[in-house]
Nanobody
């Protein structure tokens, strides 16, 4: 059974850092695209970053480029999202999701398996 479990969410001050983890089971990371998404209260879910299972290429939303880094450890079946220089607008519930191997985007509709999310709060 395919399962994704996020962890690492916390409350931090603006300018702080967090590293989120997405632990996968029931799938081989190299066979799937993995994306990170976030949803703030009253807003639609938006794509933050993705990493291709095919070649490891990465994609970032413009709002996080240069601040966030996605990576994966196949031995640990885990995908990470390192978030630096956090801003209040980065707050929300962060989800990881798995999509087909050919997916290279962060459009939520292209991802079929979702975790339950982890809360990130950024405030002073």
């Amino acid at each position: 059974q395919l399962q994704l479990v996020e962890s690492g969410g916390a409350s931090v001050q603006p300018g702080g850092s967090l590293k989120l983890s997405c632990a996968a089971s029931g799938l081989i990371l190299d066979y799937y695209a993995i994306g990170w998404f976030r949803q703030a209260p009253g807003k639609e879910r938006e794509g933050v970053s993705s990493i291709s299972g095919k070649d490891g290429s990465t994609h970032y939303a413009d709002s996080v480029k240069g601040r966030f880094t996605i990576s994966k450890d196949n031995l640990k079946d885990t995908v990470y999202l390192q978030m630096n220089s956090l801003k209040p607008e980065d707050a929300g519930i962060y989800y990881c999701a798995a999509g087909d191997l050919a997916v290279r985007s962060t459009y939520p509709y292209e991802y079929h398996y979702w975790g339950q999310g982890t809360q990130v709060t950024v405030s002073s």
